[in-house]
């Protein structure tokens, strides 16, 4: 017959306590570390602009200077989709954020901006318009068709301000 521990009288063994505790000495020394790292801003950043002025008795922290930049304005475009029997039309207006330095430059070449975005938003769906992240995707592709034209570094942003589906 098979013997078992029963039978022979033997006592079940206990697990150790150790690895319980190992874990718990981890866990704490864990946690203290992180919370120093978060107190001492090695992580997080640590204190803000805002902090290390109030704490020097200042009510404001100095902001840091505006970069020099203009704004351009793009003609209103008003654009019909579809095959003309649907009778929709887009309405788009923006602006160009351009540096202060290529102000002329751009508006020289505004005539052949504005060819573009007629010729990109001409072609078109109306299942390319009424998706939810269109919007973000066509002005990616609207400012690197703008920034083809005008030349690499002139045209910093795209500013949409009038995108209306009629």
């Given at each position: ?35 120093y790292a978060v107190s001492s ?126």
């Amino acid at each position: 017959m098979a013997k078992t521990k029963e039978d022979e009288g033997e006592t079940p063994v206990k697990s150790s306590k150790m690895p319980v505790l190992i874990g718990l000495v981890l866990a704490l020394a864990g946690a203290g570390a992180g919370y120093y790292a978060v107190s001492s801003g090695l992580l997080l950043g640590g204190e803000s602009e805002v902090d290390q002025a109030s704490d020097k008795g200042t009510d404001q922290a100095v902001p840091d200077s505006l970069p020099d930049v203009t704004y351009v304005p793009i003609e209103p475009l008003v654009i019909s989709l579809g095959d003309g029997a649907t009778g929709k039309h887009l309405r788009f207006r923006g602006q160009l954020e351009v540096a202060a330095a290529y102000r002329a430059d751009v508006e020289h070449l505004m005539p052949r901006v504005v060819d573009v975005l007629n010729s990109y938003l001409r072609a078109l769906e109306m299942a390319d318009l009424t998706d939810k992240a269109a919007l973000v995707r066509l002005r990616a592709h609207m400012l690197r068709r703008i920034q083809i034209v005008t030349g690499e570094g002139r045209i910093n942003d795209l500013l949409i301000m009038e995108f209306i589906l009629n």
